[in-house]
């Protein structure tokens, strides 16, 4: 398996005037073609390694090495829309930003508005679409600038569970059935079963200062079983490692 991005003894702080608040302290982790999850308390600084991994964020120690050319996708949590654009502009925008040509940009958009289930609604305004419709533009306005990691910020915690088990499938599909450009997927979760569900890896950290305190290999095979006894049994594991 190829390695991405290595990030080597990440350390982060934030404040100013002598109050200084370590967040990450000393991480190192490989990225390759694989689905990460990253688990740990809130406020240890998921987000933020998410963003360093990104390059939107400075270390103040250690290095961010990348292998090649790479290139990211970002779904956030809320779909962060433009209310006053339609859905195919909103998927469009980062292109048409980067000075892609307009005509362009909006047939890349059709395409990735049909691959997440959205074709038929480009001419929708966000206020028309529901919740689980929104995160899809969200999910397609990442997926139309062709990037080789898909970084993704606790996206299905405010979809119902329905919805949020259907993107769950339908990430999982995009990404194996390499229509897509997308070779790996970082993810920042609170949900176990959810990570389990979904990645090949999933990295714990410890309180703030985050440290690694433990990397789990998940070996089940896809698609995986809720209700098998080997998804349970890895499912105690990492909360074992999470408490």
Do not use: A, C, F, Q
């Given at each position: 398996m190829a390695t991405l991005v290595s990030l080597i003894n990440i350390v982060k702080s934030f404040g100013e005037?002598?109050?200084?608040?370590?967040?990450?302290?000393g991480i190192s982790?490989?990225?390759g073609e694989e689905f990460i999850a990253i688990l740990g308390p809130s406020g240890c600084g998921k987000?933020?390694?998410l963003r360093i991994i990104a390059g939107v964020e400075k270390v103040d120690e250690g290095e961010v090495k990348y292998h090649g050319s790479v290139t990211y996708g970002f779904v956030f949590q809320s779909p962060t829309l433009l209310?006053?654009?339609t859905v195919i502009d909103n998927v469009a925008l980062p292109l048409i930003a980067k000075g892609v040509d307009k005509r362009v940009a909006r047939e890349k958009a059709l395409k990735y508005l049909s691959l997440v289930g959205l074709h038929g609604f480009e001419d929708f305004y966000p206020h028309e679409l529901s919740g689980g419709m929104r995160q899809r533009?969200?999910?397609a306005r990442a997926l139309v600038v062709e990037p080789t990691i898909l970084l993704m910020d606790e996206p299905f915690s405010q979809l119902d569970p329905l919805t949020a088990e259907a993107l769950r499938a339908e990430i999982l599909d995009l990404w194996l059935s390499g229509v897509t450009t997308v070779r790996g997927i970082v993810m920042v979760t609170h949900?176990?079963?959810e990570a389990v569900l979904m990645a090949d890896k999933?990295?714990?950290l410890t309180p703030r200062p985050a440290r690694i305190s433990k990397i789990v290999e998940v070996k089940l095979r896809r698609p995986r079983d809720r209700r098998s006894k080997e998804f349970q049994e890895t499912v105690d594991l990492v909360y074992e490692y999470v408490s």
């Open positions: 005037k002598g109050k200084v608040l370590r967040v990450l302290d982790l490989d990225i987000s933020t390694l209310p006053w654009l533009v969200n999910i949900n176990v079963e999933i990295v714990i």
